[in-house]
């Protein structure tokens, strides 16, 4: 099969969105900290962002295309005044990115007003919109968040109360959901019952703060407490804190690219530091796959932490081989083939005297569609690399997901097209190799203890996937068919 860099699509992994909100005890203002808090999750969603704010429950919102500091300003944050806030930055897996698309949701109905932000994507989405439309429904929005918001408001109109709601809700949904939801006095937040992606709690002083990642309580001075349980759903409202927990259980399956890629390196996710698990991935990679070189060097960002663990397992020295520039972000247009080439050069630049004449091992967390990979190569032999030894902190992908990330078709992905000595030519690298699949455990250690989803590695997905689900990623569509049930790692088999 011949296999060309120059007709595929984008090469890269997206985070779907991150979430934060905030009940305030008056001490610290809601939309500031959501603000900042969204600042602190821009690497998780860069298409579109949101605050909603609920004063005395009256609620507020402003939202729009662009990064947090295209969106919001002071004077926009000085007009959304209140008591509690939820907030969203977004990327589209699920649905197209437009303004109509933009989270938080805010929904009017008999019983009040309802806002929602929502991580991640359900499976059996489409099954209910079509059940819902069917009764008249009339949906604004082709995101599977809308789906949630009917779901939650049907049932609060004969439940008596915003958390009996979202409990009997969130029994229909299948797939993967952190979400928060802000009634005009509560605020509510729940997770899957398979704890796909993540979300945690936080405190200051007497205020009480939901972030999908902990680094982003630190923005506000918010202190963490601890993790939202998978299947739980935890209620904030005048009277403190209190949580319900599930009477669904089902194996915990945390997203394991939230360690690879996805999250910060600040962060801590269901009680595993995000650094250490890339560094250790690097150590791994080190012991498994070793290289004679000069010198270590990490792709900026994501690269970098496992660049140090392969250095100082292996004993070559790491430095700094690359720079960033912080500032292309989403907005930088490639309107033709040969710009589209020249863009990694545009983002990412050589330091020429740490490269030249050396033999360099550079670290990449992942291959995907594998545009980009001869790029860096290339890159590094015009910066007078000797030899360049390619080594990924992840797997090979085989798979694409279904919860929420953006991994593609089967037939997008390099590796399931071309063997690792293939990819390595295709890449111009004098070696390439990937972590192992079977060292995960070991890259996350004792307090993950298998608890993890790597379908996009494995194929073994948590629950069993449609065949109207497959169909829909193949054609790059909504991809939010029915999962069956909670079936574990050991037990499900795989079309």
């Known amino acids: 099969m011949k296999y060309s860099f120059d007709n595929l699509p984008k090469e890269g992994l997206h985070e779907e969105c991150g979430v934060f909100g905030i009940y305030s005890d008056g001490s610290i203002n809601p939309a500031y900290a959501c603000y900042n808090g969204l600042l602190a999750l821009q690497h998780r969603g860069q298409e579109s962002c949101g605050i909603a704010v609920s004063d005395d429950g009256v609620m507020n919102y402003h939202k729009d295309m662009g990064l947090v500091t295209e969106v919001f300003n002071n004077s926009v944050l000085d007009s959304l005044n209140g008591q509690m806030a939820v907030s969203h930055v977004r990327y589209s897996t699920a649905g197209g990115s437009v303004l109509e698309n933009a989270q938080?949701?805010?929904?009017?109905?008999?019983?009040?007003?309802?806002?929602?932000?929502?991580?991640?994507?359900?499976?059996?989405?489409?099954?209910?919109?079509?059940?819902?439309?069917?009764?008249?429904?009339?949906f604004q929005t082709t995101i599977d968040s809308e789906v949630i918001c009917y779901m939650i408001a049907r049932a609060r109109i004969n439940s008596g109360s915003a958390e009996k709601a979202v409990i009997e809700a969130v029994k229909r949904l299948e797939g993967a959901y952190s979400l928060l939801v802000m009634s005009p006095t509560k605020l509510i937040a729940a997770r899957d019952p398979r704890g796909f992606r993540p979300l945690c709690i936080g405190k200051y002083n007497d205020s009480y703060v939901f972030s999908s990642e902990s680094a982003a309580l630190d923005a506000c001075g918010a202190k963490f407490i601890r993790d939202v349980e998978p299947g739980e759903i935890v209620i904030v409202?005048?009277?403190?804190?209190?949580?319900?927990?599930?009477?669904?259980?089902?194996?915990?399956?945390?997203?394991?690219?939230?360690?690879?890629?996805?999250?910060?390196?600040?962060?801590f996710i269901d009680g595993m530091s995000v650094y250490e698990a890339r560094k250790q991935a690097g150590r791994i990679?080190?012991?498994?796959?070793?290289?004679?070189?000069?010198?270590?060097?990490?792709?900026?960002?994501?690269?970098?932490?496992?660049?140090?663990?392969?250095?100082?397992?292996?004993?070559?020295?790491?430095?700094?081989?690359?720079v960033k520039n912080s500032y292309i972000g989403r907005t930088f247009i490639k309107p033709s083939q040969s710009e589209r080439m020249k863009s990694v050069r545009i983002k990412l630049n050589p330091i020429v005297d740490m490269i030249k004449g050396k033999r360099v091992v550079v670290i990449d967390d992942s291959i995907v569609r594998g545009t980009t990979v001869d790029r860096i190569t290339n890159m590094l032999r015009q910066a007078g690399a000797k030899e360049v030894h390619m080594r990924i902190s992840s797997p090979p992908f085989m798979w694409p997901c279904y919860y929420g990330t953006d991994i593609p078709s089967r037939g997008e992905l390099i590796?399931?097209?071309?063997?690792?000595?293939?990819?390595?030519?295709?890449?111009?690298?004098?070696?390439?190799?990937?972590?192992?699949?079977?060292?995960?455990?070991?890259?996350?250690?004792?307090?993950?203890?298998?608890?993890?989803?790597?379908?996009?590695?494995?194929?073994k997905y948590?629950?069993?996937?449609?065949?109207?689900?497959?169909?829909?990623?193949?054609?790059?569509?909504?991809?939010?068919?029915?999962t069956d049930n909670c079936a574990s790692k050991e037990e499900e088999t795989n079309e």
């Open 104 to 138: 938080p949701l805010v929904m009017r109905y008999i019983k009040g007003t309802l806002a929602v932000a929502h991580n991640g994507n359900l499976t059996n989405a489409v099954e209910i919109r079509k059940e819902l439309e069917q009764r008249g429904a009339i």
């Open 237 to 267: 409202d005048k009277r403190g804190l209190r949580s319900i927990m599930p009477e669904k259980k089902c194996n915990k399956s945390i997203c394991v690219f939230e360690y690879i890629y996805f999250a910060r390196t600040d962060s």
């Open 285 to 322: 990679l080190a012991r498994e796959s070793p290289v004679e070189a000069d010198l270590v060097i990490g792709v900026p960002e994501s690269g970098i932490d496992a660049a140090i663990g392969y250095s100082e397992e292996s004993g070559i020295p790491y430095e700094k081989g690359i």
């Open 415 to 459: 590796a399931v097209n071309h063997t690792v000595d293939e990819i390595c030519k295709l890449s111009k690298a004098d070696s390439l190799a990937y972590l192992p699949a079977d060292s995960l455990d070991e890259m996350l250690g004792y307090k993950c203890n298998g608890k993890y989803c790597d379908a996009c590695f494995s194929g």
């Open 462 to 482: 948590p629950a069993p996937i449609t065949k109207q689900t497959l169909k829909g990623k193949e054609r790059g569509g909504m991809n939010f068919d029915k």
